[in-house]
């Protein structure tokens, strides 16, 4: 289906008779309705009046979720990973690195945002990856709609390496990382101090000038700054991190040991974003590493959602439901740390808004934020169930992509469908 320039207009509907799941973390209510008009929701929940004049669907019982958001992805920076051509998630011969903005990119043509918008995707934190320094750029918040407009927020956030990557980058040891990333934010405070004095061309210049402008919006905590730290020990370097530049807004990526200093993370009240599938000692830096790390950090206190952090982080967002899914069947097996079924769905859903500053806007199906909504076949936590009709900003989508047209072409092909080269 070709896409447009300009964004469909929403239209009015009100779904009724439905199993509706607000998404903040409650628990699913029977016999809901979910009203949306002017790409807004206008209410969800039990008892709410249908208002004349809208179209109506009558859900049968099956399930409303808001839209599912990935809280990490690479999604529309790279279109086939290993092909250097279609990938733009980092540029190691860059002079730039902190100023790197991956908006003016990510292609809302890529195949990846179709497949991943059937499987009931809305909305994708969008990283850029590390190329030669510590620092990989500003990342964005993005819709998966059919249309040429998919940025819902640019700059949304600095991103940054620590741990084994980071490490690597800063020249061979986590002490070389830590001392690196210290110098560079406090340049970053120089130039935010005195712009029009900062030397970014002196022998000491860690940041070029237009880096330094960009690290200036974390520095001064405008900007929040997401920071990849996996073992604890690096996790409570970030947090200390604090004790100098007190007005960091850090959110924590993938933090598999996090459950070993969930109670520090906490205290500190930032946000982790992790992968529900991890429990593999992949690493040294992931020794430690366990499914239970969501139930416990959830637990704590902790604000957690989910992402794909472990790989296919451009391809597969579809797997955000099965990580949540998962969640919900840890809570049963004995010894395990899991979540219940509405705190499970959080993670997918409010949880990466609100860690992105925008939970106000989308996430949730409350009244006032953005008309994304998912009609399911079944629950959406498990890997049967697909969506029926998904919505964002009130605007239906497609839910045909390149793989369903394949499938569709060739699962009961007639005489004459096939293509010349299948002809004997």
Do not use: C
Request: proline letters at 6%.
């Amino acid at each position: 289906m070709a896409l447009t320039a300009t964004p469909a207009l929403a239209q009015s509907v009100t779904i009724t008779n439905a199993t509706v799941a607000i998404g903040d973390g409650s628990e699913p209510i029977k016999g809901g309705t979910v009203v949306v008009s002017a790409g807004k929701i206008v209410a969800a929940g039990a008892g709410v009046a249908v208002p004349a004049g809208t179209k109506t669907i009558d859900a049968g019982g099956k399930w409303v979720t808001p839209g599912i958001v990935s809280g990490f992805s690479r999604v529309g920076l790279a279109e086939v990973p290993a092909v250097r051509e279609t990938n733009d998630t980092s540029a190691g011969r860059s002079p730039f690195s902190a100023a790197i903005d991956v908006a003016p990119v990510v292609n809302p043509l890529a195949n990846p945002i179709a497949i991943s918008r059937t499987a009931g995707i809305t909305r994708a934190v969008v990283a850029p990856a590390t190329g030669s320094s510590i620092f990989a750029g500003q990342g964005a918040v993005v819709d998966l709609g059919s249309d040429l407009n998919p940025i819902t927020k640019a700059r949304a956030f600095q991103y940054v390496e620590m741990g084994e990557a980071g490490s690597a980058e800063a020249g061979g040891s986590r002490a070389a990382m830590i001392l690196t990333f210290r110098m560079m934010l406090r340049q970053a405070q120089d130039y935010a101090k005195a712009p029009a004095s900062y030397d970014g061309n002196s022998r000491d210049a860690l940041l070029n000038r237009v880096d330094a402008e960009a690290l200036a919006p974390v520095v001064t905590g405008a900007m929040p700054l997401m920071v990849h730290a996996e073992s604890a020990r690096d996790i409570l370097a970030v947090l200390a991190l604090r004790q100098e530049f007190p007005a960091l807004k850090l959110i924590l990526a993938g933090a598999t040991e996090g459950w070993m200093v969930a109670n520090q993370i906490a205290a500190a009240k930032v946000p982790v974003i992790t992968a529900g599938l991890e429990d593999l000692p992949s690493s040294f830096e992931k020794l430690a590493a366990t499914q239970s790390n969501v139930g416990r950090l959830v637990k704590a206190g902790v604000s957690v959602s989910m992402g794909m952090l472990t790989g296919d982080d451009a391809l597969q967002l579809r797997a955000a439901t099965q990580q949540a899914g998962n969640m919900v069947a840890l809570a049963k097996v004995p010894g395990a740390a899991g979540l219940s079924w509405g705190q499970a769905l959080r993670t997918i859903t409010s949880a990466p808004a609100e860690a992105m500053g925008l939970g106000d806007r989308f996430g949730s199906l409350r009244a006032g934020r953005a008309g994304d909504v998912v009609l399911w076949d079944g629950d959406p936590l498990e890997m049967t169930s697909a969506p029926v009709a998904v919505w964002i900003d009130g605007v239906q989508q497609p839910l045909d992509n390149r793989q369903t047209r394949l499938r569709d072409r060739y699962a009961t092909p007639t005489e004459g469908s096939l293509p010349k080269a299948y002809e004997w």
